[in-house]
Structure formats: C-alpha cells, structure tokens
C-alpha cells in the first residue's frame, strides 16, 4: 500500500487539533492530531502555532501511527484517523526542542 500525506497541515480551531491529510488509492482521509496530545511533547503551553510546528518536527512519527491505524481499519466514526496520546507511548525518535 502506497500512503500520501499531503502538505497541507493546518489548525482546526473546533476540534482544538492538527489536521492534516491522507490518502490511499481511492480514499482521502483526514489525520487529528488532538492539542492534549501536544501538551506531552512541548516543554511550554501547546499554542496552536506551537502544535503546528511540532506536527511538521514529528510528522514521520505521525504519519507512521496513521498508516498503522489505517491498516488496522482504526477509524473514527466519521472514517478518519485520530492519533491519541496512547499511539505516542513505545520508541521515539529524539526531536530537538520536543519532550519525550
């Protein structure tokens, strides 16, 4: 399976979240990145700046856990992928400025 992530990572001010996409062959799908997620991995406030810019720092951690929830059919109710801060814990890569 080939996964495209496209760079159009953005600020979701309702659901207080990063939003970015994916897709695979016919399905375009969105990633949500929630902030209490981001509140883990900045040493300051997750501002939505701040939570953009650690989105772009991790987004190959990001992407991986979405392609693994995607290929174990883990979807929201709405047929999208929410990385929680359960899908953060086990190896990490070290990322200056980020916590772990």
Known sequence: MFFT?????RWD????????????GEYQGV?????????????ESPTPERCLEA????RTRFETIA???LRQRQLTDDGHVEITGRDL???RAAVPGIRH
């Not at 990633?31 to 040493?43: D, G």
């Not at 989105?55 to 991790?58: A, I, T, V």
């Open 5 to 9: 992530f496209p760079e159009n990572a």
């Open 13 to 24: 001010a309702v659901g207080q979240a990063v939003e970015f996409g994916v897709e695979i």
């Open 31 to 43: 990633v949500r990145v929630p902030r209490r997620v981001f509140q883990r991995l900045l040493p």
């Open 55 to 58: 989105c772009y720092l991790q």
């Open 67 to 69: 392609e693994r929830k």
């Open 89 to 91: 814990r086990g190896k």
